[in-house]
């Protein structure tokens, strides 16, 4: 059993030299950044009641990013002083991530692996699946994975897009075929997960939502932000039940 999807694989496998290019086909990716990173470093900093400042409250927490592609959220937590462990099933994202994270002198474990193939005893305080349960061939073996590897007392989140007519019309219609901002054919609208779908499989998993919340663009100010409207793009926080 695996939760690889090679057809899913072989397109970000085929844009990785572009993970790093903040105007090429990632820049969606890089523009959707500071909103995600802003929501987990509020979830985790209050889920672990941590105090001091915010370059070092992530300090001695072993976080797995899953999916990390190129490390776009591995390389920022890690700067925060997170203990970062990125994998991927794409060899060629691993290798851009490595050699990225390396010229920013920065200590993260990169792996090309998927979450089944890791080793259970090795355990994680945050787990992050950031874009990419749309993407996986088996979402329950997915979250049962996460589940062996996250602490008794860890935090996790996903995020994901949901199936509508308006994400239909703005993540498919919009991003990829009018403004360009994504590859066309980089979503498959039919493997979204509506916000009920996901916490299913999440409670079948002994998972239980903390919070779930909205991430919002806005084309005034080109910026994102943490809305209840949950109609395209969301985010759930998870710990185990």
């Given at each position: 059993?695996?939760?690889?999807?090679?057809?899913?694989?072989?397109?970000?496998?085929?844009?990785?030299e572009?993970?790093?290019?903040?105007?090429?086909?990632?820049?969606?990716?890089?523009?959707?950044?500071?909103i995600?990173?802003?929501?987990?470093?509020?979830?985790?900093?209050?889920?672990?009641?941590?105090?001091?400042?915010?370059?070092?409250?992530?300090?001695?927490?072993?976080?797995?990013?899953?999916?990390?592609?190129?490390?776009?959220?591995?390389?920022?937590l890690s700067?925060?002083?997170?203990?970062?462990?990125?994998?991927?099933?794409?060899?060629?994202?691993?290798?851009?991530?490595?050699?990225?994270?390396?010229?920013?002198?920065?200590?993260?474990?990169?792996?090309?692996?998927?979450?089944?193939?890791?080793?259970?005893?090795?355990?994680f305080?945050?787990?992050?699946?950031?874009?990419?349960?749309?993407?996986?061939?088996?979402?329950?073996?997915?979250?049962?994975?996460?589940?062996?590897?996250?602490?008794?007392?860890?935090?996790?989140?996903?995020?994901?897009?949901?199936?509508?007519?308006?994400?239909?019309?703005?993540?498919?219609?919009?991003?990829?075929?009018?403004?360009?901002?994504?590859?066309?054919?980089?979503?498959?609208?039919?493997?979204?997960?509506?916000?009920?779908e996901?916490?299913?499989?999440?409670?079948?998993?002994?998972?239980k939502?903390i919070?779930?919340?909205?991430?919002?663009?806005?084309?005034?100010?080109?910026?994102?932000?943490?809305?209840?409207?949950?109609?395209v793009?969301?985010?759930?926080?998870?710990?185990?039940?």
């Amino acid at each position: 059993m695996t939760t690889i999807n090679k057809e899913e694989i072989q397109k970000f496998s085929n844009l990785a030299e572009e993970w790093w290019d903040v105007n090429g086909k990632f820049k969606p990716l890089h523009m959707f950044n500071p909103i995600r990173i802003e929501y987990i470093t509020q979830k985790i900093k209050h889920h672990f009641e941590i105090l001091g400042n915010k370059e070092s409250f992530l300090e001695n927490l072993n976080i797995l990013d899953i999916g990390c592609g190129g490390g776009l959220m591995s390389e920022p937590l890690s700067r925060l002083g997170g203990k970062v462990t990125g994998i991927d099933a794409s060899e060629k994202n691993i290798k851009v991530a490595s050699l990225h994270s390396k010229k920013n002198n920065l200590k993260i474990r990169y792996l090309n692996k998927s979450p089944e193939q890791l080793d259970e005893f090795e355990k994680f305080d945050v787990i992050l699946n950031l874009e990419i349960v749309e993407h996986v061939e088996d979402v329950s073996l997915y979250i049962n994975s996460c589940y062996k590897l996250l602490k008794p007392r860890g935090i996790m989140f996903t995020a994901t897009i949901n199936r509508t007519l308006i994400s239909y019309i703005k993540a498919i219609i919009g991003a990829e075929y009018v403004l360009r901002w994504l590859p066309i054919g980089t979503h498959d609208w039919n493997k979204f997960l509506k916000p009920e779908e996901l916490e299913k499989y999440l409670l079948e998993n002994k998972f239980k939502t903390i919070d779930i919340k909205g991430l919002e663009f806005n084309p005034l100010n080109r910026k994102w932000k943490q809305s209840a409207n949950l109609s395209v793009n969301y985010i759930i926080c998870n710990t185990k039940v």
